[in-house]
Nanobody, 125 residues
Framework: QLQLVESGGGLVQPGGSLRLSCADSRFTLDYYAIGWFRQAPGKEREGVSCISSTDGSTYYATSVKGRFTISRDNAKKTVYLQMNSLKPEDTAVYYC??????????????????WGQGTQVTVSS
């Protein structure tokens, strides 16, 4: 069973960039689709970007398409979320989650079983 840990959050000005990382404490992420989700105060948890367990297939929410990029390293130890052109409305706690599915079935929170602790991203001047 995975124990996911997110890192890379922080405070950044509008228009700036951050790179979030997601990794397990012991194992690679080969057999899991990995998703990035976010939750802002008073709002529902939102699927931001997800990547397949089997290939490079990806999904992006309309609100982040063209600004964010999800990727998996060659060893499948770490999944990244590169966030560029950040906006104040991107402010949220960002969570990494895993789905034990062969491929990529969705980027909906209800399909993901294993969750990290979250990392705060704040976009403000």
């Amino acid at each position: 069973q995975l124990q996911l840990v997110e890192s890379g959050g922080g405070l950044v000005q509008p228009g700036g960039s951050l790179r979030l990382s997601c990794a397990d404490s012991r194992f690679t992420l080969d057999y899991y689709a990995i998703g990035w989700f976010r939750q802002a105060p008073g709002k529902e948890r939102e699927g931001v970007s997800c990547i397949s367990s089997t290939d490079g297939s990806t999904y992006y929410a309309t609100s982040v398409k063209g600004r964010f990029t999800i990727s998996r390293d060659n060893a499948k130890k770490t999944v990244y979320l590169q966030m560029n052109s950040l906006k104040p409305e991107d402010t949220a706690v960002y969570y990494c989650a895993a789905d034990p599915f062969y491929g990529l079935r969705s980027c909906r929170a209800e399909d993901y079983d294993i969750w990290g602790q979250g990392t705060q991203v704040t976009v403000s001047s």
